[in-house]
């Protein structure tokens, strides 16, 4: 699993590290996995044009001492200083030492760079960058140079993602220590291009409960649901989906699709679209009004393609836990799922979210971290934030905000979301705590949409069919 901590964590388990080791050995080490890294993305060191943005904190003196050993090793090495004054000293003398240099018009050795190291601003930085800096990070972006960011892009907000102001797009960033919150959540995560992770030695310093988290394939391997050799298909768990409408039959079909490859042993449906259901699904168990009635479910799922007809409050009702999802979450009352005595999962998008905080959309989506932990704590239950960084927030707040890292941006397709409230709702039936299932669920489905698209357009119907492929690659290791 990845993990993320806040610039106040990260500082202060540099602080307690560097008690212990001689002076100036975290820089050294940090540089030392900088200049690999930049050796590796140029291929051949010797000859190579580099230019160096400096700023005045820590950030720049990693990438003045970078820059020193890869001047060492025949780059020509140029530094750009954005604060002269409170330029790194010893850093700025060891790559004069070793033959590098200042740059008199930075535009000049821009335009003819191979790769800019960006170390204008670290984790400390807010606001975005000065404005004295961004005529020079636009020159570096113009250029055919690779940028490397040393630890975070420049401008970019470590806590949270956001992006309040400009920012230097990375097309790659090496990260020190563990990784910082906007390495992995959008707005930011666009910005850093491929991140590397250097070890100065931080982890035994950092607290066992990180900010954030990432599953990786070990992580959900563990958690998907394995039938045992007594179960059948009652055991392993039934999943009830109040879905579809006449016009919306299709998202039924879907999020019974997803139900279907999700874990559990049988689905029950209850809706305007059993035609359409059985049609396609002759498996699966189609039941009258009201969903009361349709017999013994461990878990519902009820609002995709609803409309405006009922099945919100009368699967909040029941006992047992209820994702509810696009239509179900219009007017959601939030006292009437924080009385509820089985949890609660909650799957809105980017403008259900904003709706349900009373906020413009604009602000969910440039602060992501906050939305998804706001909307927890308003409801008392677990949110799985769609989008293109998804986030899943438990409603007790000491527990790690989760971060998706699988997906593509061609998973921004209709139905799409039904078919993940689909297979969320099976993995509750089978067994799965909510933020669980929400976690593994959206893995699977963005690792089943990238394995399906290899690049190109994909339909829901695709997703859903490439879950069972994606279940077995994570447990292929």
């Known amino acids: 699993m990845r993990h993320a901590y806040s610039v106040e964590t990260v500082r202060a388990a540099e602080a307690e590290l560097m008690a212990r080791l001689p002076e100036g050995t975290l820089m050294q080490r940090a540089a030392a996995g900088l200049a690999a890294a930049a050796a590796g993305l140029l291929g051949r060191v010797y000859g190579a044009r580099i230019v160096l943005l400096v700023g005045s904190g820590d950030n720049g003196g990693d990438a003045l001492w970078a820059g020193a050993r890869l001047a060492r090793r025949g780059a020509g090495v140029t530094a750009v200083l954005l604060a002269p004054e ?92 563990t990784y910082k919150p906007a390495l992995l959540v959008d707005p930011g995560r666009e910005h850093t291009g491929a ?28 958690l998907l649901p394995v039938p045992a050799a007594e179960s059948d298909k009652y055991r392993r768990g039934v999943v009830g989906v109040v879905a579809g409408s006449a016009r919306y039959p299709g998202a039924a079909v879907l999020a019974v699709a997803g139900a279907l490859r999700g874990g559990a042993g049988a689905v ?30 461990q878990s519902w799922v009820v609002g995709p393609g609803l409309g405006d007809g009922p099945g919100v409050d009368e699967v909040l009702d029941s006992d047992v836990p209820v994702l509810v999802d696009a239509d179900g979450l219009r007017g959601l009352d939030s006292e009437a799922v924080r009385a509820r005595s089985a949890p609660t999962l909650l799957t809105p998008h980017a403008g259900e979210a904003a709706a349900l905080l009373g906020v413009a959309r604009e602000e969910v989506e440039g602060a992501r971290l906050a939305a998804v932990r706001s909307l927890s704590a308003k409801y008392g239950a677990t949110v799985l934030l769609k989008g293109s960084t998804t986030l899943v927030a438990d409603p ?10 699988t997906g593509t941006s061609w998973l921004a397709t209709a139905g799409s979301g039904d078919v993940l409230s689909g297979l969320a709702g099976s993995l509750l039936a089978a ?26 357009p994909v339909a829901a119907h695709d997703v859903a069919e490439a879950v069972p492929r994606a279940w077995r690659d994570t447990k292929a290791l």
Do not use: C, M
């Open 86 to 177: 409170r330029t790194h000293e010893a850093g700025l003398a060891a790559l004069l030492k070793s033959g590098g240099r200042v740059a008199d018009d930075p535009f000049d050795v821009l335009a003819v760079a191979d790769l800019v190291l960006d170390g204008i601003t670290g984790i400390g930085g807010h606001g975005g960058l000065r404005p004295e800096a961004v005529p020079v990070t636009r020159a570096a972006r113009g250029s055919h140079a690779l940028v490397l960011a040393v630890d975070l892009p420049s401008g970019v907000e470590a806590d949270t993602g956001e992006v309040k102001g400009e920012a230097l797009r990375a097309d790659a960033t090496v990260t020190f220590g």
């Open 268 to 297: 029950r449906y209850v809706g305007p679209a059993a035609d359409a259901v059985i049609a396609r699904f002759p498996e699966s168990l189609v039941h009258g009004w009201p969903p009361s009635k349709a017999g013994r479910v």
């Open 431 to 456: 067994g799965l705590a909510p933020f669980d299932a929400a976690s593994v669920a959206a893995y699977l489905h963005g690792l089943a949409a990238r394995l399906v698209s290899a690049g190109a």
């Open 396 to 405: 007790d707040a000491r527990r790690a905000v989760r971060v998706n890292p």
């Open 195 to 222: 991140v590397r992770l250097v070890d100065i030695g931080l982890e035994p310093h950092l607290p066992s409960v990180p900010d954030l988290e990432a599953l990786q394939h070990a992580d959900v391997a563990q």
